[in-house]
RNA sequence: GCGCCUGUAGCUCAAUUGGAUAGAGCAACAGCCUUCUAAGCUGUAGGCUGCAGGUUCGAGCCCUGCCAGGCGCGCCA
C-alpha cells in the first residue's frame, strides 16, 4: 500500500516537474503520522520543493493534489500545517491486512530473498579464551546475534563467526596459570604470581588436564615446553566453556576463526610483505604516546604501517621489537581472509574499548582491496553493573568480575536478552544486578510476554465459548468482516501491526536491532490498551471472528518480533 | 593534549536517519478487578532537550565553540 501511495505521488510530481527539467528531484517518502488526525499516511514532499520552485509549500502541495491519480484505497487526502500531505485510508482497506498476517504466520514481515542481498560475515563476541564470558560480553553477544536476525529476517544470508585471539603472550600466561593450579592439585606449594589468572574456572580447566596429561611427564619440560604441551588444551578448555555460556543464551555461531591459524600458515607474514610490495609500509620510529605517563619510552625502531595517508592520525607498528607480528598486523590478515572468503559485507561487534582500533582497520583494509567492502564496525558501549545502586569494581586479574552465566542463571535469558536489546549501542547501559532479578514491572520484558500471554488466555476462553476452532487455530479467516472493527484502539493496532514490516527493513538498513524491541514494546502497549476498552468474546459473533482475527494477529507480530530478539513467548504466565 | 561515544521529566530510556503539540516505563499522586490473566489499564503532575551561537520554511537531531561523564591513545590482545 504505502510503496502505490509513493508511486502515485511520484507520478504526479513527474507531470508537475516537466517544467522544470533542471530541478533536482527529491525522493517521495512517506511515514506513518504520530498523530491520528494527521491521516494513515504523510508525505513530506511539498516543502523541500518550496525552494526550488519557489512557491510556497502549501501551492505545490495543492497543485499536487490536483493532478494525483490516488489508487482505489484512498478514502481522501488534504494539506496541513506547513505542507503536509495527509493520506487517508478506508478503513477496511487496512483492517484486511489482518489476514494477511495470518497466512503469512511466521514469515510476515520478512523477506524471502532480497533483491540486494548479500553475503554477510558477522563477527561478534570473540571474548578471549582465557576466562569467561562477563556481563559486558553478553551485551555484544545479544546484539551481534538479533542483529543477525534481523539481516537474515529481510533477505540476507548471514555467516555468524567468532574469532578466538588464541595468540600471543595471555596464551603464555593462560597454560602457566593453569599449570600453577595443577601444581597445587597435585599437593605442591605454590606461589600465585600478580600477572596470572587466579579464578575458579583455571582450577576446572587444571583438573581436566591433570586427566589427560602425565603430570611427572610435564613436570620434567621447561617452561616453553610445556607451555607447547597443554596450551591448547587450556585455550579448549575455555572455549567450551564460552560455548555454553552462550548457548545459556541461545546463542551459536557458525564459524569459529582461530587466530593462531593465521600465523602458522604464514598468512600474517605473507600479507606483511604484500603491504611492503605496497609500498605502504616503513621502518620508522613512533613518537611517544601522549596523556599517559612515559616512564620507559625508548625510542625504537619499527616496523610500521602508513595508515595515517588512510587516515588514522598515527602509523601503526606490524611487528614488536623481537620481530613477531603485533595483533594488529594479525587481525588485518583475518579481515583480508574474510574478504577472500567471498564476503560482500563485514561487520564486526566489538566494545567501546577498541573504539581507538577502528579507524586504523578500515584504513588497513582501504590500502589492501580498493573496494567499498570496509568492515562496518558496531562499538557497543560498555555496561555499567552495579548491585543496589553501587557499582561492582570489574576485574578480570583479580577475579572479581561477574561472569555473563552468574546473571543468566539469576536472572533467566529472556530478562538478559530484552535489557540488552532496549537501548541503542552508543549509549551505555546501566544494569542492576538485584533489579533485573526482580520478576516485576521494571522488568519490560514481562510487559510484552505478558500481551502474548493474554492473547492465548484469550483464545482459549474463546474455544470454550465455542467460537469455530478453525477460527481461532486455522484459516478459516476468509469470510470475517473486518469493518467492524472501527474503534479507536482497534485502528491503533492495525496501524501499529502494519508497520512492522518497515520496522524491520528500517532496523537491518541501519543495523539497529534494538528498534525491535522499541517496536513490540509499543504493540503490547496498544494491545493492553485495548485489551481494557473492549470484549473480545462476545455475543455478537461478527464481531467476536474480527477481534479474534485482531488479536490472533498481534500475537503472531509479537511472536515474530521476540523470536528475531531470542526471546520466548510462554502461552501461560 | 588528541580521537571516538554520550548528555532529553527525579531515575532508566524513546522520538520513523531535519517534520506537525518531544513520548514510554519506574518513582509520586488519584482512580479501575463477582465479565476473556491487575506481570494490566485510565487520569494528574513532572521539560529552556547540558550551555551559547549558527544554518532554514522547520533543529532534540546538522555546523562551530564551550561544559560534564565514559572509553581509548608505543613493541597488550
Redesign the pocket.
Known sequence: MKQALEQALQQALETLLAEHPDAPMPPV?L?????K???DY???I???L??VLKRS?QQIAASILDVVVWPEAVEHADI???????IRLKQASEASALKTIIQSGVQYGRIAMADDAEKVNLEFVSA?P?GPMHVGHGRGAVVGDALANVLMAVGHNVQREYYI???????GVLANSVWLRMQELQGEKIDFPEGAYPGEYIVQIARELLQKHDYKTLSLLSDDERTQAISQDAIDGNMSMIREDLAAIGIAFDFFFS?QGLHSSGRVQTLIEQLRADGVVYKGV???????E???????E?LLFRTTDFGD??D??L????G?????A??IAYHFDKHQRGFDRMIDVW?????????RVQAAMKALIQTEAQPDVI?V??V?LTRDGKPVKMSKRAGTFVTLREVVDEVGSDAVRFNFM?????????FDLEAAKK??????V??V???Y??????????LD?GVDAGLINGNDIENIDVSVLTAD?EQRLIAQLL?YP?TLK?AA??L?P??VA?YV??L??DF???????????EDTALTAA?VLLIRSVAQVISNGLSILGVST????
Open positions: 517518502a511515514n506513518r503520522p504520530k498523530q488526525d494527521h491521516g504523510a508525505a513530506n511539498a516543502m523541500p518550496a525552494r509549500p496541513a500545517g506547513p505542507g503536509f500531505i495527509n578471549n582465557t585471539n588464541d595468540a600471543g603472550a595471555q596464551i587466530e613512533l613518537p611517544p604516546p601522549k596523556g599517559k612515559v616512564s620507559d619510552y625508548t625510542p625504537v619499527q592520525d598515527v601503526r607498528p611487528a614488536k621489537q623481537d613477531s607480528a603485533t595483533y594488529f594479525a587481525d566494545g567501546a574499548d577498541h573504539g581507538g582500533y577502528v579507524t562499538l558501549q560498555m555499567n532496549t537501548r541503542r549501542v552508543e549509549s551505555q547501559l546501566d520478576k516485576n514491572d521494571e522488568n519490560p514481562y510487559y510476554q505478558y500481551a500471554a493474554r492473547i492465548q488466555a484469550i483464545l482459549r476462553k474463546a465459548e484502539e508497520a518497515d528500517k538498513e541501519r539497529e534494538y528498534r522499541t514494546m509499543r503490547a502497549a493492553h490498551s485495548f485489551y481494557h476498552k473492549n470484549r473480545v468474546v462476545s477481534r510462554p502461552e501461560r504466565m
